[in-house]
C-alpha cells in the first residue's frame, strides 16, 4: 500500500528522505529516540542479539509502517530492539514531536496507527503460537504460513512467492531453530513440492501448504 494514499500522509509533506540499503541498521536497541519514520518503501527486520551473538528476529515489517514503535510512547522511550533493512528501505523522517502532534490534531491519523498497531500485535501473537510448537518441521511450516499470508504476492499457478529474499539463516533467527535443521526440513519440504526456490526468492505452493498435517 503506498503510505500517501493513508492517513500518514499527512506527515510526509515535511518529512526528508532517508535511503537504507540491504543489510544497513537504521536504529540501535538502547538509543534515544530521535527521530521517527515512515517506512514507505521496503521491509525491515526488528531483532534482538542474545548472550552467544546470534540474532533472534522479533518481528518483520513492511511498508507502509511507523518505525521504531517506541517513537509512539508519549514520554521519552529508549529503542527496545534492533532494526535493520530486510531490504532496501527508503523512508520519510521526522520528529517524534510531529508525530505526537499530527496525532492529537488528526483523528484519522490516530485510528489508523492505532489500527496498525493491532495488526502488527495479531501477526506477533501468531508467530508465537506457532513457536510454542515442539516438532522443528511444524515451526517452520507455522513460519511458513505466516510468510504466504502477510508477505507474499498473488497466486501464479498454485505458487505465491515471498515479498523479499529468505534464507535458512533468516528462518533460523525467526524460529530459533538451528540453520543446519532449517537446511535439512527445508529440502524435505522442497522435495514434497511445497517450496521451491526462486533465487533469491522463495515460493511456497498453496494447496501443498494448506493441505499440510502438523505432528501430532
Not at 540499503?21 to 518503501?41: K, M, N, P
Not at 520528529?95 to 489500527?115: A, C, G, Q, T
Request: net charge neutral; hydrophobic share 40%; aromatic share 8%.
Amino acid at each position: 500500500m503506498n503510505a500517501s494514499l493513508t492517513p500518514l500522509r499527512t506527515l510526509l509533506t515535511k518529512a526528508r528522505n532517508k535511503q537504507y540499503g540491504e543489510g544497513q541498521l537504521i536504529f540501535y536497541a538502547g538509543d534515544e529516540v530521535t527521530e521517527a519514520l515512515v517506512l514507505t518503501s521496503g521491509i525491515v527486520k526488528v531483532y534482538d542479539i542474545d548472550s552467544k551473538g546470534q540474532e533472534k528476529v522479533l518481528q518483520i515489517i513492511k511498508s507502509p509502517a511507523i518505525l521504531p514503535l517506541d517513537c509512539l510512547f508519549a514520554a521519552n522511550h529508549p529503542i527496545g530492539w534492533h532494526y535493520a533493512a530486510l531490504t532496501n528501505v527508503e523512508t520519510s523522517a521526522f520528529s517524534p514531536v510531529e508525530l505526537h502532534s499530527e496525532m492529537r490534531k488528526s483523528p484519522d491519523l490516530s485510528i489508523y496507527i492505532l489500527n496498525w498497531l493491532a495488526v502488527e500485535s495479531h501477526e506477533l501473537l501468531v508467530r508465537i503460537n506457532g513457536m510454542s510448537k515442539s516438532d522443528v518441521k511444524d515451526k517452520i511450516i507455522t513460519l511458513l504460513r505466516f510468510l504466504a499470508v502477510y508477505y507474499s504476492g498473488p497466486l501464479k499457478r498454485g505458487w505465491r512467492r515471498i515479498e523479499f529474499p529468505v534464507t535458512h539463516q533468516l528462518i533460523a533467527d525467526i524460529t530459533g531453530v538451528a540453520r543446519e535443521s532449517v537446511t535439512i526440513h527445508m529440502g524435505h519440504l522442497q522435495k514434497e513440492k511445497l517450496v521451491r526456490s526462486r533465487r533469491p526468492y522463495l515460493e511456497i505452493n498453496d494447496e501443498h501448504l494448506a493441505n499440510y498435517k502438523p505432528t501430532e
